[in-house]
């Protein structure tokens, strides 16, 4: 099939990190990043529906582990680094995720779950691997592009 699709490049999405959003800034060297979505859902049988389940979505969590390179000197990545032996609200921060269609999902207060900083064989760069992880509802603002059910077409 010729022509733009909706597919797009890992490397389109882009993350911001701060203490507050008007301070946020991105994070030089990062290389790979997965999410991990927590869903509660609570399930019942009432006699009423004769045998049939039924059931609820009640919760959701949002986990995004992002892996790379400890980068000295840059404010986004000194900012995660800094998170390192921090406990309680001193572990948190602002964090955005920006979709490569425009959307923007955020957190005032997410929390920086440090996992490697700076680990690595001898010969390696040292590493900043860390999940971050949602504290409440996001903040979701609609970017200028929706993806269509139809996977041959984006709606503007």
């Known amino acids: 099939m010729a022509g733009k699709t909706n597919v797009f490049l890992v490397l389109d999405n882009k993350f911001k990190v701060g203490a507050e959003k008007g301070t946020a800034s991105t994070i030089a060297d990062m290389e790979t990043f997965s999410v991990s979505v927590s869903n509660g859902v609570e399930t019942w049988t009432p006699m009423d529906t004769e045998g049939w389940q039924r059931a609820l979505m009640t919760s959701k969590a949002i986990t995004i582990t992002l892996s790379g ?4 000197g840059d404010t986004g990545n000194d900012f995660v680094a800094g998170k390192l032996y921090k406990n309680g609200h001193d572990a ?5 995720w920006e979709f490569p269609d425009g959307t923007k999902v955020s957190w005032d207060a997410a929390v ?3 996992k490697n900083c700076g680990g690595g064989d001898s010969t390696n760069v040292g ?6 992880i949602s504290n409440g509802k996001p903040t979701v603002v609609a970017g200028n592009v929706v993806m269509s059910a139809d996977v041959n077409k984006a709606v503007k």
């Open 69 to 72: 390179k400890r980068n000295i």
């Open 92 to 96: 948190e921060g602002y964090f955005e």
């Open 112 to 114: 920086f779950d440090i």
């Open 127 to 132: 590493a900043l691997e860390f999940d971050v």
